[in-house]
């Protein structure tokens, strides 16, 4: 059995007059985040590690953002639609690590939630899938609360492969 590693990041500004989706969840909050889609930032980063893990390109790659048909679209469906490429290559998820910086909302009521949402659509045990919160105590773009960052680290494996 072989193991694959990949990583992803990912950033969106807040915006008014949008919902605030962070992994899955709708989360209770004055602003959205700006994007093409919902702007689900957290799934977004682990789209890219997924994609990044099988070796197939990126999240834009896919779901290019200039591409009317993805306008809005809730991220869980392009999760989804990157675990069934997984699931053709034969790709299972090991487990994910996933930390998403804000320095508001205060996220730690929702985590549970996300955390059952991510673990249905990556089919795998809420056990292996492991979410954190984390501030930037003011500093930077997240500390000034201008926006919402999300970086995602997953193990795949592959039956059988040998590279």
């Known amino acids: 059995m072989s193991v694959l590693i990949g990583q992803g990041i990912d950033a969106h500004r807040f915006t008014a007059g949008r ?39 990126d999240i834009g790659q896919h779901f290019p953002d200039d591409d ?44 549970p939630a996300m955390t059952q949402v991510l673990a249905e659509d990556l089919g795998c045990p809420t056990g292996r899938v492991n979410l954190k919160a984390t501030t930037t105590e003011r500093m930077g773009f997240t500390g000034r609360g201008e926006g919402i960052a999300a970086f995602a680290v997953v193990l795949l494996t592959a039956p059988g492969d040998s590279g």
């Open 19 to 57: 919902p605030l989706v962070i992994g899955g969840i709708r989360i209770e909050h004055e602003e959205g985040l700006a994007a093409h889609s919902d702007g689900d930032v957290l799934i977004h980063a682990l789209c890219d590690a997924l994609l990044g893990a099988a070796a197939l390109g």
């Open 68 to 111: 009317p048909q993805y306008s809005g679209i809730d991220s869980r469906i392009l999760l989804r639609r990157v675990m069934q490429s997984l699931d053709e290559r034969r790709l299972r998820v090991h487990n994910v690590d996933l930390t998403v910086v804000a320095q508001r909302p205060k996220l730690k009521p929702y985590m």
